[in-house]
T-cell receptor, first 113, second 114 residues
């Protein structure tokens, strides 16, 4: 998985609790992305980062925030988890912004009860 | 909204047969990529074709791109049971903020029967 780790790999939480997912890379790639994957929807972009402290919203950003204080770490926070945020979350990295190849982490399965 | 839509949603073939998956998209793109996902795993990049290219090969993979029809196809020749996976197309196009990001389709589930 190209030097990308995600933690935790599985999480069960209750509605209304905050949740933070971590993506860590050892490739020194500038660009990092968070996606969610749900049946029938493929992957949808939540937030992305073009560098340290440079983030932008994706297609489904409501209810999520991100932070990137170091090149290697990109954090995704669900401020107050809802059942609709039950999903598989994937982090991806890329060397540049020109739509080149992205490399994906193993994913985090999140269940919100 | 999804940029890419794959067709068919599911495909079942016998080992040794060819598998063809199609992707249609809506807006102008810079490139189109195909990814593979094994069950329970992350996506793995297979091949990238740029908007000025019409066909590209990589091993048993052949990708075509028709920008006039806004469509692409992925052909896997001489399929193997190990090719069983979901296949996604992804298009590179500007986002609402003007920055570029990949937009993925909902995928084709390929089952190759031994």
């Amino acid at each position: 998985d190209a030097g990308i780790t995600q933690s935790p790999r599985h999480k069960v939480t209750e509605t209304g609790t905050p949740v933070t997912l971590r993506c860590h890379q050892t490739e020194n790639h500038r660009y990092m992305y968070w996606y969610r994957q749900d049946p029938g929807h493929g992957l949808r972009l939540i937030h992305y980062s073009y560098g340290v402290k440079d983030t932008d919203k994706g297609e489904v950003s409501d209810g999520y925030s991100v932070s990137r204080s170091k090149t290697e770490d990109f954090l995704l926070t669900l401020e107050s988890a809802t059942s609709s945020q039950t999903s598989v979350y994937f982090c991806a990295i890329g060397r540049d912004t020109r739509g080149e190849t992205q490399y994906f982490g193993p994913g985090t399965r999140l269940l919100v009860l | 909204s999804q940029q890419g839509e794959e067709d068919p949603q599911a495909l079942s073939i016998q080992e040794g047969e060819n598998a063809t998956m199609n992707c249609s998209y809506k807006t102008s793109i810079n490139n189109l990529q195909w990814y593979r996902q094994n069950s329970g795993r992350g996506l793995v990049h297979l091949i990238l074709i740029r908007s000025n290219e019409r066909e590209k090969h990589s091993g048993r993979l052949r990708v075509t791109l028709d920008t006039s029809k806004k469509s692409s196809s992925l052909l896997i020749t001489a399929s193997r049971a190990a090719d069983t996976a979901s296949y996604f197309c992804a298009t590179d196009a500007p986002t609402d903020t003007g920055r570029r990001a990949l937009t993925f389709g909902s995928g084709t589930r390929l089952q190759v029967q031994p």
